[in-house]
């Protein structure tokens, strides 16, 4: 708790310099929290291991500790003024979002809470937490995944929700969990351009009605930027020079081009998993409310890493090593987009 709370400090003492004299801004967050379950059964998914009798021998103490973790997390990211919106993934259900924002010092904020469940076959599911004071809700839909020929296979839903930010302009958002790569990139591949094509219907969709919309897709895609389902079925641009309002541009390309740094590391690799993309109509400073290449970041303190004694450096500090219990964090580091207002 120290070492967490000197970060915290040394992290205002930072920040508060940069922030004088600037546009109004607040920070949108997305996370993915690494098997956030509760220690119940739920007969109807694949949840034995975090049982307190299943291979984890996951139990209270645990579960609480790791409702802290993310609540540390996500304090250190706002600097003691909470992120206004939160993109969450790899929860169990409504139960464990609503025991982290009123069981844990985050329930000052009064978050509230966007989840629908999803028919995911290991039962994990992406919310939305948001500060009813900076951000509106207008409506909200769980997007179905439904892979053409094979209604057996699941995943995540995609959580689309539209809201009024500060009182100034409408925001659509969405927040992700795409196919994971288990047995391999290049065999799984298939699903994610799927899911990819689904989204970016979606988004086509909002634009014909306005081309002129304010968009924020995160999650963790289980790609990175380069990769054919977000670069190009999604077409998530990664070039600034030219910006078209009603096109997407992936701002988290931009830290892989820059930074020996990732938001999950593999085999010794960092890479960026967990992406913001956006409409290009963000990225024009003259609107009510706009962001910048310099506005993205991967949130990497200290106390979020540990050493990589496999692959030296560090790497992130999660919960589980394998079935050990490690006490940490996230697989993941979390990454957060400024989201600026004109007065």
């Known amino acids: 708790m120290k070492n967490f709370l000197i970060t915290i400090l040394l992290t205002i003492i930072v920040h508060s310099g940069q922030s004088q004299n600037q546009h109004d801004s607040y920070k949108i967050m997305f996370y993915n929290v690494e098997n956030l379950f509760d220690t119940f059964d739920d007969s109807l998914i694949n949840d034995e291991e975090f049982l307190p009798k299943g291979d984890r021998y996951w139990n209270t103490y645990k579960y609480y500790s790791k409702l802290n973790n993310i609540y540390k997390v996500i304090v250190a990211v706002g600097e003691w003024n909470s992120p206004a919106i939160i993109g969450i993934c790899e929860i169990e259900n409504k139960k464990v979002i609503s025991d982290l924002v009123n069981n844990t010092p985050l329930v000052k904020f009064e978050y509230k809470i966007i989840h629908e469940e999803s028919p995911d076959h290991r039962g994990i599911d992406v919310a939305l937490l948001y500060r009813d004071k900076l951000f509106t809700p207008l409506k909200y839909k769980a997007i179905p995944i439904n892979f053409p020929g094979n209604i057996e296979s699941r995943t995540r839903d995609i ?20 196919p994971s790569r288990w047995g391999g990139q290049l065999e799984s591949e298939d699903r994610r351009i799927y ?7 979606k988004v086509d969709s909002i634009f014909k009605s306005n081309p002129k919309s304010n968009i924020v897709i995160m999650g963790d895609f289980n790609d990175y930027p380069e990769n054919k389902s977000i670069k190009n079925i999604l077409d998530a641009k990664q070039e600034f020079s030219q910006i078209t309002g009603n ?4 701002l988290s390309s931009t830290i892989s081009k820059t930074n020996n740094i990732g938001t999950y590391k593999y085999q010794g690799e960092w890479g960026i998993l967990d992406q913001f993309i956006i409409s290009g109509n963000l990225l024009n400073k003259r609107n009510k409310m706009f ?5 993205i970041h991967i ?10 004694k496999a692959f030296f450096g560090y790497k992130p500090n999660r919960t589980f090593v394998g079935y050990k219990y490690n006490g940490g964090y996230s697989d993941h580091l979390p990454t957060y987009l400024i989201l600026n207002f004109n007065k």
Do not use: C, Q, R
């Open 159 to 178: 959580l689309y929700v539209k809201g009024v930010v500060k009182n100034t302009d409408t925001l659509d958002v969405f927040v992700n969990h795409w």
């Open 195 to 201: 899911v990819a094509s689904v989204l970016k219907a």
């Open 247 to 250: 096109a997407l541009y992936n």
């Open 291 to 295: 962001t910048s290449i310099d506005d």
């Open 299 to 308: 949130f990497s303190p200290d106390f979020l890493l540990e050493t990589d």
